[in-house]
Nanobody, 124 residues
Framework: VQLVESGGGLVQAGDSLRVSCAASGLAFSFYGMGWFRQASGKEREFVAVIDWSGGSTRYLDSVKGRFTISRDNAKNTAYLQMNSLKPEDTAVYYC??????????????????WGQGTQVTVSA
């Protein structure tokens, strides 16, 4: 199983960025997909989750209305669209997969597989 994130980078406050998570080696449509982030010196935190059916989503309060999680099962890929980025969004962003995962999965230990992370840096 491999989860490969891409799309991170350096942007200015107020800009948008979309990070992707390409999955292989698993039956993607049966997995809930989550995005987590870890800022330097801080613990990894939940950002967003989409359930295995794609019908439900859940977000960290501080990103509601700015971030959108989605999935394309035909491409075995999950996305996190990030708008109106703020310096406090700076972190390494990780995607994770949980078999038959629902939107209750907001804790890192809930997940079965993880990607290597992609850096997102937002300058003021």
């Amino acid at each position: 199983v491999q989860l490969v994130e891409s799309g991170g980078g350096l942007v200015q406050a107020g800009d948008s960025l979309r990070v992707s998570c390409a999955a292989s080696g698993l039956a993607f449509s049966f997995y809930g997909m989550g995005w987590f982030r870890q800022a330097s010196g801080k613990e990894r935190e939940f950002v967003a989750v989409i359930d295995w059916s794609g019908g439900s989503t859940r977000y960290l309060d501080s990103v509601k209305g700015r971030f959108t999680i989605s999935r394309d099962n035909a491409k075995n890929t999950a996305y996190l669209q990030m708008n109106s980025l703020k310096p406090e969004d700076t972190a390494v962003y990780y995607c994770a997969a949980k078999f038959y995962g629902g939107v209750a999965g907001i804790s890192a230990p809930d997940y079965d597989y993880w990607g290597q992370g992609t850096q997102v840096t937002v300058s003021a």
